[in-house]
């Protein structure tokens, strides 16, 4: 065997295969002896473990020796190939298939130069060094124009960092067919963002509201500028007063904007689910 393939089982199959997973993919070939597809394929993933270098691993399970993964993993028929990225299955194939499909396989999973900029973008945020971040999502971009997720991940950068003129020109080349619920919601806030260029800042709104507290069109307007900068309590809260006080068009376009930040804010239920009961009790 060379350096990058090896038996695995039960007792080390977390760490062999789950742990190491988080390095770099791990191919699981689940086997047996008596298996004449499994003997077939075993030249190919071998020969193949070698020509990548480390770019992929190889764990061999016998699949009569450790009933337990097998049945854990779902193995119905061998030789069953299955993919760990991250400490998670990816993807898994069944049979002897030629080399150019192992190849093809195995390829799907290895990130490219562009992704591994990605992933240690992800850690950076994560960490709090938004700067840093950054300068990993435009490397990446640089290599791999054409790859949206690496996009998206600056644009929603970009929008966490206020800098909205530079996040609405590099979302701009993305096909309207290719986006995905992540483009459409960042595109609501880019949208939201141009919308309020026209409206006053928030401290000219709230001293405006300290002065006439039933000014609904400021109270409105405050709501969506609070929106633009991801305020989402404050926000939620200026619109359901909007909501509950006036019966005709900023009404509606209260409601709206709540649904909308309902989306934006998916990553904060509790708000969400607080504010989808007030909203619910304010409408009937």
């Known amino acids: 065997m060379n350096a990058y393939l090896f038996d695995s089982g039960t007792g080390t199959f977390e760490r062999d295969v789950v742990q190491a997973s988080a390095k770099v993919p791990v191919l699981v070939d689940f086997w047996a002896p008596w298996c004449a597809p499994c003997r077939a394929l075993t030249p190919t993933l071998e020969k193949l473990a070698g020509e990548y270098q480390g770019r992929f691993l190889l764990a061999k399970v016998n699949s009569d020796e450790h009933p337990q993964l097998s049945a854990r993993f779902g193995v119905r028929s061998i030789p069953n190939v299955k ?143 609070l929106v633009i900068e991801q305020r989402y309590q404050p926000a939620l809260a200026a619109l359901l007063q909007v909501v509950k006080k006036d019966n005709g068009a900023m009404r509606t376009s209260a409601r709206k904007l709540m649904v909308e930040v309902f989306t934006l804010a998916e990553n904060q239920p509790e708000l969400v689910g607080e504010y989808r009961r007030l909203l619910a009790g304010a409408l009937y």
């Open 83 to 225: 993919a760990f990225v991250d400490g998670k299955l990816e993807d898994e194939f069944i049979g002897a298939l030629p080399e150019s499909g192992v190849r093809a396989f195995i390829d799907r999973l290895i990130p490219t130069p562009g992704e591994k900029l990605r992933r240690a973008a992800q850690v950076l945020v994560n960490q709090g060094d938004l700067d840093a971040a950054e300068r990993n999502l435009r490397s990446a971009l640089e290599q791999e124009s054409d790859n949206h997720q690496v996009r998206l991940d600056l644009v929603e950068l970009l929008l966490a960092k206020n800098c909205h003129a530079d996040a609405e020109r590099l979302f701009a080349p993305i096909p309207e067919r290719e986006r995905d619920e992540r483009a459409d919601r960042l595109l609501s806030q880019l949208e939201l963002w141009k919308k309020g260029q026209a409206l006053p800042s928030i401290e000219v709104l709230e001293a405006r509201l300290a002065a006439t507290p039933d000014d609904l069109p400021s109270r409105l307007a405050l709501g969506e500028r």
